[in-house]
């Protein structure tokens, strides 16, 4: 599969793009004061990473997440666009600062590196999809996103259309003992998507086990609406 | 037309699918305390039955007015997603509550069984839809979702794009006369979707005679725009 | 290209219709008053004309400030639904007032006229959209949805996937002085579309000067992600 799109690009802000959700990441070395100004971010950088997609927000933050515990960068904003190019869910707008326009580049370049690896528990059919999203120690990103606590496991279940990601969330909250940061659905926590999906924190070893069993049940209920789910990549969640 | 899907499943929480809207129907014996912390209901059974679709929302709604009406069980929660698959609409979770999970797992059986009759006057074009829904008696769905009062008559008209809507329903309005609920449109009362949509109650016979005259301008005003809209079940508002 | 949907229409409100975004123009020539008082309206006129775009806020906006210019019209509300039929934006609601029937139905064909202009600079890709706008003398419409002050140069400068905005709004602010009204993006100013764009005022020279140069970045940017973004009509501005 050709995952990533090749060009030798004269833009200066350009730092890659892929197939993989149209996601495209890039670097703004200096911000411009006034729009600045206008945006809505944690703390005001004037050196700014930006990664954007169509499809895709968990995969992206998990993505982030790595890169910014592997870099000097910090998550300063995270918004869910109401997209996937007809889907049922998110596409993602994740900006980090820094204070330096190379630092900002290495992250982005190690988030868009991380897609194949984060889309590998994302299952999709004609009637929906499913995601799974796991980090043995949560960092920024799943902190501003989600709410997950800094340095402990996090995990996310996540099933569309949202009923789906009832049972899932149930199921998984029954199977081990982990701490329920959130529940979100069309209505509340997400940009009006049809997912239902619960955040969980807590032991690594309890929150990887839910999220497995949210998964088996996910595919089983997904599939009863025609055809099986199916992943574009090697699970990364076993 | 091959409206349900038909399985034999090993999930215990499954009721039954349909390729109608893209429709599962699901119930939880037992809802895990966490979830139920979590969930934002309006009162807090822990067997809950749900009814969750990519397409519809006025149809599932309905179709669970009846279920309720003919089972031992309440409407806790109705929310829209801005879904039907890059349609102009909205996709639907609607959430159930009883005592008894055959109590749920009856009403979410009935309210899947009345879904073809529910699309029945859902007219599509491939320039947006029209929706027309008549209830004699609204009970605890239509009260949720839409504000109808219960035990009245109730009857929606929406159209989509939502100026269309605009206009089906000051012809409705002015039709019969009826009591106006609340109009709905992208910015008030919607998830976004780009419909409008009049919220009717009152006299039964007038409240379907304002529904029938929306219906009859919005489908020509609709197939302006292109195509002719075209119903897959046969109209039940008569 | 067939712009313009041809018909001798029976319905006394219709106006005409266009493929362009699939658009249609309306007039209701007596509101009823019961809409009328759940309509949410800048001024309660009863006399009303309505266009409503599944794809487009940027071009029916713009179209319909110069509408407004040139008929004793008054734009009452404009909102926007996250539509384009799967696509990453907005459609359109936009409603008008006036004192007279014909003058709504002279200012909703006005509009209809001016969408082939103003979806010169929308540029489209399978993996996004830019939008470019500019108007020497911003009037009602531009005002009431963007905050454009009356009579001033207005400029609009929008990149899909929103991080792409981002980018294009710093190159377009940096390249010539004007004064930033806004930047929107998925979480704040959209209805939870995939945009990032930017909303400028001030001279009218610097204002082209910036949007032209959003422009050439955006395009740049838009391509890296596969494909050459493409406009449907002539650009007109330059």
Request: include cysteine.
């Amino acid at each position: 599969m050709n995952d990533f799109l090749n060009s030798t690009s004269s833009i200066s802000e350009f730092v890659g793009a892929s197939h993989i959700g149209d996601t495209i990441g890039m670097v703004i070395p200096a911000v411009d004061q006034m729009l600045l100004d206008k945006l809505t971010l944690t703390k005001k950088y004037s050196v700014i990473g930006i990664l954007s997609a169509r499809s895709g927000a968990g995969p992206q933050i998990l993505s982030m997440d790595d890169a910014v515990k592997a870099t000097n960068t910090e998550v300063i904003d995270i918004e869910l666009p109401r997209d996937t190019k007809g889907g049922a869910g998110h596409g993602s707008l994740i900006l980090i600062g820094g204070y330096d326009p190379s630092d900002c580049r290495q992250a982005i370049q190690v988030a868009l590196d991380g897609l194949p690896k984060h889309f590998g528990d994302v299952y999709n059919s004609p009637a929906g999809h499913l995601e799974l999203q796991f980090t043995a120690s949560a960092a920024g990103a799943c902190h501003l996103a989600f709410g997950a606590p800094v340095g402990k496991a996090y995990g996310l279940v996540c099933g569309a259309p949202s009923g789906i990601g009832v049972v899932m969330a149930d199921t998984a909250i029954k199977t081990a003992s982990v701490d329920v940061l959130s529940f979100a659905s069309p209505g509340h926590g997400t940009s009006f998507s049809n997912e239902g999906m619960v955040h969980m924190s807590g032991d690594s070893g309890a929150v990887r086990q839910a999220v497995m069993a949210g998964r088996e049940v996910g595919l089983k209920l997904l599939a009863e609406l025609g055809k099986q789910p199916v992943a574009d990549f090697p699970s990364y969640i076993k």
